[in-house]
C-alpha cells in the first residue's frame, strides 16, 4: 500500500476491524517513512453481474448505480448512510447467492423495495412509484394505502416474505 502523504510503500497495520456486515475489512496503516497514518478498505470481489433490462437490452450490473438510487429515494428522509450501506450489501449478498452471471432488473427492483421498505415507508413509495412506473395518483394512494396498512416487518418477518414471494415468483407460468 502506498502512503498517500510520501508515496512510500512500507507501512504497518495498527489496527483491522470487520465493516459493513462483514463484508469489508477497515484497517488503520501507518507509514514507516513519514508516520503519516490512513486507512484502507479490503473487500470481497464479486463475480461481475449482466443486468436483464425488462426490454431484453443486456449491461454490466452497477453497484454505484443500485446505491445511487436507493440514496434518492431516502433523499431527505431520517434514514443514515450505515443505514443505506447495509441496505446495499445485504441486496448484493441476496443477488450474488441466487444468480451467477445474470440476474432480471425486476428482481433487483424487488430486493431494493424490500429492503427500503424496511427502512422507511416514504423512500419505499418514492422508488416502487418509478419501478413500478405509477402514472396515476391513485397509484400512489392504492400503494401508500396498501403499505400503511402492513405492519413494519422484523428481520425473521422479512425472511418469510421473501421465501412467500419466491414460490409465488416459482408458481407464474
Do not use: W
Not at 41 to 66: A, H, M, N
Not at 136 to 142: A, G, I, S
Amino acid at each position: 500500500m502506498r502512503c498517500p502523504k510520501c508515496g512510500g510503500e512500507e507501512d504497518r497495520v495498527i489496527d483491522s476491524r470487520a465493516s459493513k456486515e462483514g463484508a469489508t475489512i477497515r484497517r488503520r496503516r501507518e507509514c514507516l517513512g513519514c508516520e503519516h497514518r490512513f486507512t484502507t478498505y479490503e473487500e470481497i470481489e464479486r463475480e461481475q453481474l449482466t443486468v436483464l433490462k425488462r426490454d431484453g437490452r443486456r449491461e454490466p450490473f452497477s453497484q454505484e448505480k443500485l446505491r445511487k438510487s436507493m440514496e434518492r429515494a431516502c433523499q431527505k428522509r431520517p434514514v443514515s448512510a450505515e443505514d443505506i450501506d447495509g441496505a446495499v450489501e445485504r441486496v448484493l449478498d441476496d443477488l450474488g447467492r441466487t444468480f451467477d452471471r445474470e440476474v432480471p432488473g425486476t428482481e433487483i427492483g424487488e430486493r431494493v423495495m424490500r429492503e427500503l421498505r424496511q427502512l422507511d415507508p416514504v423512500a419505499y413509495i418514492r422508488f416502487a412509484s418509478i419501478y413500478r412506473q405509477f402514472a396515476e395518483v391513485n397509484d400512489f394512494v392504492q400503494e401508500a394505502t396498501r403499505i400503511a396498512s402492513l405492519p413494519r416487518p422484523d428481520k425473521r418477518q422479512m425472511t418469510l416474505l421473501e421465501d412467500l414471494e419466491a414460490e409465488a415468483r416459482a408458481a407464474k407460468p
